[in-house]
């Protein structure tokens, strides 16, 4: 099925064509410009002719500016051949699902997940077997809860961290604990979707699974990608680092759907991952006063419950009180009420296996944000 956030996205820009003022908080996307040097070397790129094909899994400069980065950034030595570059971590993951899954074998998937994690399991041929999570479990899977999911079918296990919707992240303690489970299944391959690791502002370092847990580094694919933390989702650059069998066959997939990413945006990237990194430091720091805000606002609206993210650029309160108060079906509905009564669109929790949350997007302006709440309670309170 089409994604949910998509969908949502397309609605409000209809709305805008139509002469509505729309705000929208469903973006999942950075509001802020590609920083400058990133984009110059992109202008370079063309300039020099750089615009042809290029190996499938992606340019030498770029393959090596990756392992530099997962060297600085999380103590994980690859090979190239233990490196593919694709178009996106979407794609990164999609190939990753393919080269891996087969027909009956199982994917265990904690909610809230990223709307397109099931479906990519599903067009694999495989099965998602959800762990529902919540905002009193900080959105995080336990171990017993892992282990409790696991058949002689399981072969995958997505971990986001971290998390788009809920903004959660696991402690290096947290993700040991679920590295012992894995242990004891060597079968499982865990896809860490870091995509968002350097929007984290929780006291102690981001931690990966792989660096947390180094003897199961033959049993995770580390994809992640420079969309999110460099402003770049145009520019369609996504990696993974992992165990050589599984990068090769991930590899044989994409030869044979895209073949290589974009040679200009390959350039870019590099430059991206070996460049200035202030840029990151700047928009980390706006996202979290941004944080801040919309959570102790969202606290203040009667039938909204929200914690604290510690990391990417979204709340996701539960509203299961507002949409009691209102008499409404389910969150769905509660997207709807406000859309049409606020002009105020927002993502419901269900497409991300919540029934019961919305997701806000704070990939915008303070100002934004103050007229969406103050148009929120108007409509609610």
């Known amino acids: 099925m089409p994604s949910a956030t998509s969908a949502v996205l397309g609605l409000a820009a209809e709305l805008r064509e139509a002469g509505r003022d729309v705000i929208s908080l469903g973006a999942g996307e950075p509001d802020f410009d590609t920083p400058e040097h990133i984009k110059q070397a992109g202008i370079e790129a063309i300039v020099d002719g750089q615009t042809k094909y290029t190996a499938i899994d992606g340019t030498s400069q770029l393959k090596a500016a990756i392992r530099r980065k997962f060297e600085r950034d999380n103590e994980l030595k690859y090979s190239a051949e233990q490196i593919l570059v694709s178009c996106g971590a979407k794609h990164t ?45 900080d959105f995080k899977v336990t171990p017993p809860q892992l282990e409790a999911a696991i058949t002689d079918k399981t072969r995958m296990l997505f971990l986001n961290s971290p998390s788009n919707p809920s903004g959660s992240c ?8 679920l590295g012992e489970v894995l242990k004891s299944h060597p079968q499982i391959v865990v896809l860490a979707d870091d995509i968002y690791e350097h929007i984290h502002w929780a006291p102690a370092p981001f931690c990966s699974i792989a660096t947390a847990c180094p003897d199961l580094i033959d049993q995770v694919v580390t994809i992640n990608g420079v969309s999110k933390c460099y402003a770049m989702t145009g520019w369609r650059i996504g990696y993974a680092g992992g165990p050589r069998e599984v990068i090769k066959a991930m590899k044989t997939i994409q030869s044979q759907i895209t073949s290589n ?116 309670k108007a409509a609610l309170v």
């Not at 402690?171 to 604990?177: D, F, G, P, Q």
């Open 261 to 376: 990413p974009s040679s200009i945006s390959q350039v870019a990237a590099a430059t991206a991952l070996d460049g200035d990194q202030s840029c990151i430091t700047e928009m980390v720091a706006a996202y979290k006063a941004r944080s801040d805000y919309i959570v102790k606002a969202l606290n203040e609206i009667p039938g909204f419950e929200c914690r604290e993210g510690e990391g990417a650029f979204y709340a996701f309160p539960r509203v299961t009180g507002a949409m009691k108060s209102r008499e409404l079906a389910d969150d769905a509905d509660l997207v709807k009420l406000l859309l049409n009564e606020a002009d105020v669109v927002l993502v419901p929790g269900t497409p991300f296996g919540a029934p019961g949350y919305v997701r806000l997007s704070f990939a915008c302006s303070i100002e934004e944000l103050e007229q969406a709440i103050a148009r929120i």
């Open 93 to 137: 993951l999609f190939n990753a699902c393919m080269a891996i899954l087969s027909q009956g074998d199982e994917a265990i998937i904690p909610a809230p997940y990223w709307v397109s994690y099931p479906d990519m399991v599903r067009v694999a041929e495989g099965t998602p077997v959800i762990i529902e999570t919540g905002i009193d479990s």
């Open 170 to 177: 696991y402690s290096r303690e947290e993700l040991v604990a």
